[in-house]
C-alpha cells in the first residue's frame, strides 16, 4: 500500500544544502537492504507454499479452494479480491494510493523588522500604509517567521537630544522580542494607525549596531533576517565633519544632518558577517538616495534594495519575506498510520498548482542527492527535506501551491 499526503505551501525561500551525515546515508542504505531481504524471503515462502500439480490437476495449498497460495477467492496470489495482480482491490492493474494527512511544517526563519518612524515618514504619509503593510505580514507568515520589531528613533523623542537617537530603552531594545507569544497582537498595535507615531531624524547606524547587540542574544538555532524599512537617508552623526553630504536643509553648522552612509555601510556589514542579512526596502523620498540604499543592502548580503511605493507595501514586502523563508521542511513520521511505510527510500513528492491537480512523471520534484543539478530534493536529516534551488524557487513565485508526498514506492531520481 502507498500512503498519499498533501502539503499545502505559503510563500517559501531559499537556503543551501548541507551533506547529511555518514550514519543517515548508511541507514538509508541498511533500510533498502532489509526490504530487500525481506523481499526475498517473501520469494522463498512463496515458492514453498506454492500449489501442487498431482497427476495433471492443480491441488491448491490454500484455504479458498483456488489455483493459487493466497486465501481470497480470484485466481492470483496477491492476497486482495480482485484478480489483476497488484496489490488494491480494484482491477486496474495499477496500485492506488490510499491519501493520508501527513505532517510537514516548514522550518521557521527569525526576521527582526527594522522601521523608521522619522518624522518624515508620517509627513509624507507613508507610516499608516507601512504599517498596515506589517500588520498583513505578520498575520500571514506567523506559520513560517518569527518576526521581531525595533522602531527609531527612540521612543523617548522628546527632547532635541533624543531625536537623533537610536532606541536604548529596555521597553524598544526591540520593541517585539522575536519568537514572543503575543507577537501576533503586539507588532500591529505600536505600527500604523494607533501606533508609535513619527519623531525625529533617522538614525539607521546606531539603530542596526542595536539590532547586531539584540540578534546575539536570540537563543534559538534558526536563521535570522534584518529587514530595513526607511524613507530616507541616514543621519544623525554629530560626530561627522563640515561640510558634508546634506540630508536635510540645516546641516552646514549641524553634523546630525549629513549623510552618515559610511557608519550605517559599516553597521549592515557586521551584521551580515555575524550571520544576519540585511534586505532594505527604500520608500517615500528614499528614491532620492537609492545608491546609499544600494550600499547598505550591498553591505548586509542581500544586493540591490527594494522600493515600493504605498499601494504597493504589502506586495514588496510579501517578495522579501519570500526571499527570507526556508526551504527546509520538518517531516512528522508519528502522523502517518500504523500501516503506512516510514521507509525514507520509499517517499516522492510532487508539486501541485492546485489541490484537484493529479500527480504523475509531468510534476513529479525528483531525489537530487546533495542538491547537485540543484534541481529537486533530498534529505537533510531522518526528519527533514529540503528543496534544492530550482525546486524552491517554484515555491516562492507561486508555480507549486500544494506539494502532495506518496510513501511506498522507492524514490525517483531527478533527470
Known sequence: ??????????????????????????????????????????????????????????????????????????????????????????????????????????????????????????????????????????????????????????????????????????????????GAANNATWIPLNVGPGGLGCC?????????????????????????????????????????????????????????????EQRTTDAAAALFAAGYPVYVLGVGSSSSWSTVMDDIAEAGGTGTHYTANTGQFMDVLEQMAGKMISCDFDLDWASLPPEASDDPTLVNFYCKKKAVDPIGPENLVGLDEACAKGAGWDWVDEDTVRFCDNACALLKEGSCAMVTATFGCASVPVD
Open 200 to 260: 525625529g531624524g533617522t538614525p539607521t547606524a546606531e539603530t542596526l549596531e542595536t539590532a547586531r547587540t539584540y540578534l546575539d542574544t536570540v537563543g534559538d538555532n534558526y536563521k535570522r533576517y534584518v529587514l530595513l524599512a526607511t524613507d530616507g537617508a541616514p543621519n544623525c552623526n554629530d560626530a561627522l565633519p563640515l561640510p558634508c553630504t546634506c540630508t536635510s536643509a540645516s546641516c552646514d553648522t549641524d553634523a546630525t544632518g549629513c549623510l552618515d
Open 1 to 178: 500500500m502507498i500512503f498519499r499526503a498533501h502539503f499545502h505551501i505559503k510563500d517559501t525561500a531559499v537556503s543551501s544544502r548541507s551533506e547529511p551525515g555518514a550514519m543517515w546515508r548508511m541507514a538509508r542504505n541498511d533500510a533498502w537492504l532489509a526490504a530487500l531481504l525481506a523481499a526475498v524471503g517473501l520469494m522463498v515462502a512463496a515458492c514453498e507454499a506454492a500449489d501442487r500439480t498431482v497427476g495433471g490437476a492443480v491441488t491448491p495449498t490454500d484455504a479458498d479452494g483456488g489455483a493459487d497460495t493466497d486465501s481470497d477467492a480470484d485466481s492470483d496470489s496477491d492476497g486482495d479480491t480482485d484478480a489483476d495482480g497488484d496489490s488494491d482491490s480494484d482491477s486496474d492493474s495499477g496500485t492506488e494510493c490510499a491519501q493520508n494527512d501527513f505532517g510537514l511544517a516548514g522550518v521557521p526563519v527569525d526576521m527582526l523588522i527594522v522601521l523608521d518612524r522619522s518624522n518624515s515618514m508620517c509627513a509624507d504619509g507613508l507610516w499608516d500604509p507601512m504599517g498596515t503593510a506589517i500588520k498583513g505580514i505578520v498575520k500571514n507568515m506567523a506559520d513560517r517567521i518569527r518576526f521581531g520589531l525595533l522602531a527609531f528613533p527612540t521612543m523617548a523623542c522628546g527632547g532635541i537630544s533624543e531625536q537623533c537617537k537610536g532606541p536604548y530603552r529596555i521597553d524598544e531594545t526591540p520593541r517585539a522580542k522575536i
